[in-house]
């Protein structure tokens, strides 16, 4: 047993042992030697085998890393799998791109969202357009990822920022539409503009149009995740468009479910959205009530100077006031008495439906788009949220009193008495968006 175990752990020396004394050999020597032989050659079989099955091993754990990692993709492969489209579906060479935003000169850079930066340009043909370099930490593969824009170029509307091309190679780009106006956050927050009531309603019409296509039409449903003030754009006739649509999908985890880090911002994120990662349409609804106490007040949501040393979100606010029945203490007062307040209260009433804590007690962005329009009635109000009502308000908060030199000293209360018939029944619909008198310098 000592010489096997001796012949298995040392083949070649002892194929050489008997080799060198083969010509002393008698009969018995030479079954030995034949011993040797066979457990030389048993000895390195298993060598081999062994040495293969690490290098398989070795070489598939190499293959699962790459896999995650994405590879230049053809622009013909790109075409393949984008195959005909409704809407002109196109692919842009890299070449094209980075000539167009001059290699991506930082001083062309417009913006740095959760989904990558911004960049804007030109192509050849002289139109104007935002490419948006995405991360390369999508767990989607390249095939999946140009049918998910196949999908995103189909869609189609006056409300949503149309996708122009993509371009996948050595990067992932989107290339979009350029608006020229900016977007909502630059033009409501600027202290030194005064939107029109018309425009705003216009707007949040406009988005809740956008919304309920995205929602409903087409044949992928998308849900945002994002919504903001910095994520509608505007065109040069002041028409919203959402921005950032259809990204969401790209960036969920194994289980389908999306960080909370890449979605929204703080203030606006729904509850089940920042507590398991669960988005869906109706988590878009409630980043939208938000949008709305935004657009009628004019304030940023988590303005730290909105009411003195207490800071406190416009949704605690909205509902405070909600509770006195005094809810247009809201309305920006730089409109002064030049707002509609039907309308005005009928949008705070929209968004308090909207941020209720149970997703099924929120409506759909269709049925918002018809309230606005009038068209459907307003459901009466339920209970302040419980998350709301934790956060309490103080009665000089409530009455409006505020020391903030981010609004304009005198306080102007608005008098239903003085709103006539006229004024009240007058629409944002009739007008014309065009008109340059809806912003203006203060």
Known sequence: MDEILRITLHPRRALLQATTTAPATTGGETSLLWLYIVAAILGSVVFLVALYCCWRWCKGRQSNRSKSKPVPFSEQTISEVLGASNHAAKVIPFETIAQATN????????GDGRFGPVFQGELPDGTGVA??????NSRQGKREFVKGVKNMMEANHRNVVRLIGCCYTTSRLLVYENLPNGNLSQLLFDRSKMVSWRIRYDILLGIANGFAYLHE???SIYAHGGIKAG???????????????????????DQGEVKPRNMTSVGYMAPELALDGQLSAKSDVFSFGILCLEVVSGRPNTDINLLGTEMQTLLSWAWALQSRDDVLQMVDRRLENNYDEEQATNIIHIALLSTQDTVSARPSM????????DEEDIP???????????????????????????????FVTPSRSRMSKKKRGQSSHYNDPSDPRGVHRL
Do not use: H, Y
């Open 131 to 136: 490419v948006r370099r995405l991360p390369l």
């Open 231 to 253: 994520n509608i754009m505007l065109d040069k006739i002041m028409k919203p468009k959402i921005a950032d649509w259809g990204l969401a999908a790209l960036f969920r985890n």
């Open 380 to 410: 009466k109000l339920p209970a302040k949220p419980e998350a709301v009502k934790s956060l309490g308000l103080s009665d000089q908060v409530v009455s409006g009193t505020f020391t903030s030199s981010f609004v304009t000293p005198k």
């Open 366 to 373: 269709s049925r918002i788009a018809a309230m606005l329009r």
């Open 217 to 219: 039409e087409p044949d």
């Open 103 to 110: 290699d991506f000169d930082l001083r062309q850079k417009v």
